[in-house]
């Protein structure tokens, strides 16, 4: 990520307080306290059904806790559109019947980013998407599909970016584009908080290791080898 | 104003798409074209019998049209998970549903455009005496239709059974509607024609009352 992405950030955190999430009789986080400091790289790790999706899609605020606070320490205006978390989840979360620039320019738009076929096309040379900026995403691969879900996460310049499994679809070349680029992000003072099965290049950017099991915090660690090890324990 | 330009991007969008797909208006008027036609056929009506009954059939048609028109509306954004995309983006989500309003009761209007020639030949009806009141009259009752069903296929959406649940919920509520849409629209084509302001001002009233609690309860409709 270069170039507009390199605009300084204001720093920004995320503060979960006693977070609960009940979908009917099921309770898919329970008590979750977790405190992000701004510009930090955190791993989430867990199986399955542990509640990793859920509590990305809290922070994401596209899922109202059923008890508890979400807050982003440093924010001076939570209403500002850097402040809204970027989200990338398991689905692309694009039109298909848009092209790559349309989507982007879409969701520019609609959250009032400056010049936004500009900054459309700046993302597109980004992530490696420009020479096919006019066709349609139903016509993309699985990882060129996953490239542009990135670059819509990232349109509006967040200060707070959430993965979901970032490499799914990616090849190892894709996973090294992205480790690259989520580095480059996070450097620039960028929170990142991601869901992640096992070691690879991207887990590599994580200072911190986060394990939920049923919906609950069972691991944080910061130190390398106890980092590993949660990561490692999460993929098996 | 946000809500104005976020509205005016997303209906953009919605019309690209389904200009881009034309996945409801072919359903649509292939499927009001087959009915009028059938019933047409089938009953095959005196001009007296084609006044009294053809309104009806015409808002029966438009009915079943909407219903298949309002299904995809909010599931289509299922399929890549946009909607969350969308809710992420917009600082009010009543821009959503707006737009997604306006650009179903165009869709519908412009298949009810597309249809009155030919109900007017099919019937026997002279529709041109009374074309202004007639096209508000079809106004009103598609956005009446619209604003309930864009509301009811949020839910429907997110539920299981949805396939199910949008007619079952939608007709019960609209039947108010197009009792009296159906009842305006025979004054109108009567060869006495009688405009029936009551049932105009009732059309209007129900609009504005269905628009304000989408705009009050629609953050709680788009919720997983």
Redo the contacts between chains.
């Keep these: 990520m270069t170039a507009t992405t390199a605009t300084t950030l204001s720093p920004t955190g995320l503060r979960f307080e006693n977070i609960d999430k009940r979908y009917g009789g099921l309770l898919a986080l329970r008590r979750v306290s977790l405190e992000i400091a701004p510009g930090e790289c955190v791993a989430l790790a867990g199986r399955n059904g542990s509640g990793k999706t859920t509590l990305l899609?809290v922070a994401?605020?596209?899922?109202?806790p059923t008890a508890g606070k979400l807050s982003f320490p440093g924010a001076a205006n939570e209403?500002a559109t850097h402040h809204?978390?970027g989200?990338v989840?398991?689905?692309?979360?694009?039109?298909?019947?848009?092209s790559a620039q349309?989507n982007l320019i879409?969701?520019a738009?609609?959250?009032?980013v400056p010049q936004p076929e500009a900054r459309a096309e700046e993302l597109l040379r980004e992530v490696g998407l420009y020479e096919r900026r006019g066709s349609l995403v139903r016509t993309f691969s699985r990882g060129m599909r996953q490239r542009i879900a990135i670059a819509?996460a990232l349109v509006?310049r967040p200060s707070v970016l959430l993965f979901d499994e970032p490499a799914t679809g990616l090849d190892p070349l894709g996973i090294a584009w992205l480790a690259q680029s989520l580095g480059d992000v996070n450097r620039r003072g960028c929170t990142v908080l991601m869901s992640l099965h096992g070691e690879s290049e991207i887990s590599a950017l994580a200072t911190r290791a986060v394990r939920l099991d049923a919906g609950a915090v069972v691991g944080d660690t910061q130190t390398g080898a106890s980092l590993r090890s949660i990561l490692t324990f999460a993929g098996a | 104003m946000a809500l104005f330009s976020n509205t005016a991007t997303l209906l953009g969008k919605e019309l690209r798409t389904e200009f881009r797909s034309r996945e409801l208006l072919t359903t649509t008027v292939v499927f009001i074209l087959v009915v009028l036609i059938l019933f047409s056929f089938a009953i095959n009506p005196t001009s007296e019998e084609s006044r009294e009954y053809g309104p009806g059939l015409l808002w029966l048609a438009i009915l079943f049209a909407a219903s298949l028109m309002l299904q995809p509306c909010f599931l289509r954004e299922q399929g890549n998970d946009t909607l969350s995309s969308l809710r992420l983006a917009v600082d009010d989500p009543f821009a959503i549903f707006l737009a997604k309003l306006i650009a179903n009761t165009l869709f519908l209007l412009l298949t009810e455009l597309l249809m009155l020639p030919l109900f007017a030949a099919f019937y026997n009806i002279p529709i041109l005496p009374k074309l202004h009141y007639l096209l508000l009259v079809l106004f009103l009752g598609s956005f009446g239709i619209s604003v309930v069903g864009t509301a009811l296929s949020a839910i429907s959406a997110q539920a299981r059974m949805r396939e199910l649940l949008l007619p079952l919920l939608l007709l019960p509520l609209l039947t108010p509607v197009l009792v009296v849409s159906a009842t305006v629209s025979v004054s109108l084509l009567d060869r006495e024609p009688v405009i029936q302001w009551k049932g105009i001002a009732f059309l209007a009233v129900f609009d504005l009352v269905f628009l304000t609690a989408l705009w009050i309860f629609g953050e709680y409709l788009l919720e997983e």
């Design positions: 899609r994401a605020r596209i899922v109202r209403a809204r978390p989200y989840g398991h689905s692309t979360m694009v039109y298909d019947e848009l349309e879409l969701f738009k609609l959250q009032n819509r509006h």
